[in-house]
């Protein structure tokens, strides 16, 4: 069982930067893709990005990709997401997700879940 789980948690002026963070545990870290997915109470998640095991290939929404990047530590079993020029719109719960293969960008392709981590933006 793998366990995720996301930090990085804020509240940021629109224009603004955040940084999230999530780590994993539960299987050799560099065994995992992961994805990043938002969403808004009431809509389905939207993929966000994604990161190879190696973290050589990334996947990035194609409306975010130029603000946003992904990395990954694979000696510090975590990933992180990058948010640079937030928008008000870019307010969400932001959900870290793995799997054994890249799971595209669909919920649907992941396995494994955090709970979750609130951005919101300050117009």
């Known amino acids: 069982q793998v366990q995720l789980v996301e930090s990085g948690e804020g509240l940021v002026q629109a224009g603004g930067s955040l940084r999230l963070s999530c780590a994993a545990s539960g299987r050799p870290f560099s065994d995992l893709v992961i994805g990043w997915f938002r969403q808004t109470a009431g809509r389905q998640r939207e993929f966000v990005a994604a990161i190879s095991w190696s973290g050589n290939s990334t996947y990035f929404a194609h409306s975010l990709k130029g603000r946003f990047a992904i990395s990954r530590d694979n000696n510090k079993n975590m990933v992180y997401l990058q948010m640079n020029s937030l928008r008000p719109e870019d307010a969400d719960g932001y959900y870290c997700?793995?799997?054994?293969?890249?799971?595209?960008?669909?919920?649907?392709?992941?396995?494994?879940w955090g709970q979750g981590t609130q951005v919101t933006v300050s117009s």
């Open positions: 997700a793995a799997d054994l293969a890249y799971g595209g960008r669909d919920e649907g392709g992941y396995t494994y």
